[in-house]
Each structure stands twice: as C-alpha cells, then as structure tokens.
C-alpha cells in the first residue's frame, strides 16, 4: 500500500504564495505519475496537475502560469508550488497516485482571503 502525506496548507492572503509537499512511501516512487486535485465545500474534487515519472507536466487550465507540480525522487516527495493565489483556490488539496500504485493522501487545507 502506498502511502501519501500532504503538507504545507495553511491561511494566505490573496496573491500570496504557499508550497505543498506530499512524501510517499514505497520504492517504487521514481516510476509513478503523481497528481494533486482539490475539492472546494460543496463541490466534486478536481484535478488540479500531474507529473509523470519522467517528469511530464499538465495543469488544469484554472492554474496554468500559476501553480508548478515538480517532484524530487531522491525524498520520494511531490511538490506543488501555488502562486498568485486567489480566494477561488481555497481547497482542500489532495495528493494522488495514479495507477497501478493508486492511493490518496488525507489531504491538507488552503484558506485564501481576500
């Protein structure tokens, strides 16, 4: 079982900036497309970007120019750095692995103010 945990969430005004980092277990992680997605009370969880084990990126539209997904597979961590934040990101930020290592984190919450 893959195990994910998310960090870096927290309250920031708008235009501010946050990093979110998820660590994952398993020795298979150099290989894993890894994403992150959000979900907004009230609302269906949504993709938000994704890496591939070769580093390929892609981003939902809402966030392109602003958000940056990389990865370091020497510490077995994903990143998503968040720029330019605006009251619509507020989320709760989730970190996946894709299949076949499929498993979600527990989340962590991003609060933008206005």
């Known amino acids: 079982q893959v195990q994910l945990v998310e960090s870096g969430g927290g309250l920031v005004q708008a235009g501010g900036s946050l990093r979110l980092a998820c660590a994952a277990s398993?020795?298979?992680?150099?290989?894993?497309?890894m994403g992150w997605y959000r979900q907004a009370p009230g609302k269906q969880r949504d993709f938000v970007a994704a890496?591939?084990?070769?580093?390929?990126?892609s981003y939902a539209d809402s966030v392109k120019g602003r958000f940056t997904i990389s990865r370091d597979n020497a510490v077995t961590t994903v990143y998503l750095q968040m720029n330019s934040l605006k009251p619509e990101d507020t989320a709760v930020y989730y970190c996946?692995?894709?299949?076949?290592?499929?498993?979600w984190g527990q989340g962590t919450q991003v609060s933008v103010s206005s």
């Open positions: 890496i591939t084990g070769s580093g390929n990126t």
């Open positions: 996946k692995s894709f299949p076949p290592f499929a498993s």
């Open positions: 398993g020795s298979t992680f150099s290989r894993r497309a």
